[in-house]
């Protein structure tokens, strides 16, 4: 009996059906491999840059959240130091990366500051990163050369009020962690004290101790040796909570200005172009990565907290923190160095 092509090629298949189904099945079976391809992620060693010079609260959360997110991600994670122009050569140039492992210590500096005291950024801090996760937050201590006649932040505040313009305080620039909180002290509590910056809160610190400034809001972990030795006094604490390490300092806010916060604070960011997938598990990874047991240890030695959040969360936290921050800056009229 002659086959009638007219019928159904499903009943009666042609080799160009056949071939289609061969290629469709084919491809079916790679469509796993390829899957698996795109979620090997990372394929090769991350740079974690950070854009301050070694030392500090910054080396300490980067090299924590490294450590621990070698161990996770099963390739080596390593820190690379790149300072400059208040973080922005850094900033710059991981906003530009396209390699798919080169992530960056976002900074309450180059997040919330520096979009509003430069006339033009070379990187847009809304756009150009996808905030990951919001790492650890260390407090602001306020301090004051053991000479100045207060022993607490509200015999500071009535002092500065009776000698208006005669107090100093340093900090490590114009636009610092440390320049935004003694600026926020000082719109908080309404006095007026003479802003000296330098270029890193190295030889801010040395001025400090020599009496050549009178006060200085510094991050925790560069203080608390100061304050042990007596060569500083501690009058107050940016935190909301009186820190473990400093039991009898009490807070600003516990000092008559409710509400009242100062920290630093530190988070991961990628590129915008990582894409989703990856992103979603770099957040997961790092938001356990503080919180592992030997990260802990070093964080709170120096009075940092781990946080780990969610990128929803890091990036509802930058919001809310350049809304602050804006208004801060712009009464006192920063500019940067």
Request: charged share 20%.
């Amino acid at each position: 009996m002659p086959i009638d092509h007219t019928l159904s090629p499903i009943l009666y298949p042609t080799r160009r059906h056949l071939l289609g189904a061969s290629g469709a099945l084919a491809l079916g079976g790679l469509l796993p491999g390829l899957a698996s391809a795109q979620a090997a992620w990372p394929a090769k060693s991350i740079r974690f840059v950070v854009p301050f010079a070694p030392g500090g609260s910054s080396e300490i959360v980067a090299r924590s959240t490294a450590v621990e997110l070698s161990k996770t991600l099963g390739q080596s994670v390593y820190v690379d130091n790149k300072p400059g122009a208040a973080g922005n050569i850094a900033m710059s140039e991981v906003a530009r990366a396209d390699d798919q492992h080169t992530l960056i210590l976002g900074h309450i500096g180059t997040l919330a500051v520096n979009p509003f005291i430069f006339d033009k950024l070379p990187y847009d801090a809304a756009k150009d990163f996808k905030p990951v996760s919001l790492l650890a937050k260390v407090p602001s201590l306020y301090v004051v050369h053991p000479d100045v006649p207060a022993k607490n932040l509200k015999e500071f505040i009535a002092y500065a009020k009776k000698n208006p313009a005669k107090l100093s305080y340093g900090s490590a620039g114009n636009g610092s962690a440390g320049h935004l909180a003694f600026e926020y002290l000082k719109m908080t509590s309404e006095i007026f004290m003479l802003h000296v910056p330098y270029r890193g809160t190295g030889p801010m610190t040395t001025d400090l101790m020599s009496g050549r400034l009178d006060a200085a809001a510094v991050g925790a972990a560069a203080m608390l040796p100061l304050i042990k030795s007596g060569k500083v006094r501690c009058i107050a604490t940016g935190s909301i909570q009186r820190l473990p390490q400093l039991p009898d300092v009490p807070t600003v806010a516990e000092q008559g200005f409710p509400g009242f916060e100062m920290t630093q604070w530190y988070g991961l960011l990628a590129p915008s172009t990582l894409p989703k997938e990856h992103l979603d598990k770099l957040a997961i990874e790092a938001a356990k990565a503080v919180k592992a047991p030997d990260s802990l240890k070093r964080l709170n030695a120096d009075a940092a907290e781990a946080i780990g959040s969610t990128p929803a969360e890091f990036a509802k936290f930058i919001a809310s923190e350049q809304a602050r921050w804006q208004k801060v800056l712009l009464r006192a009229k920063v500019k940067p160095d």
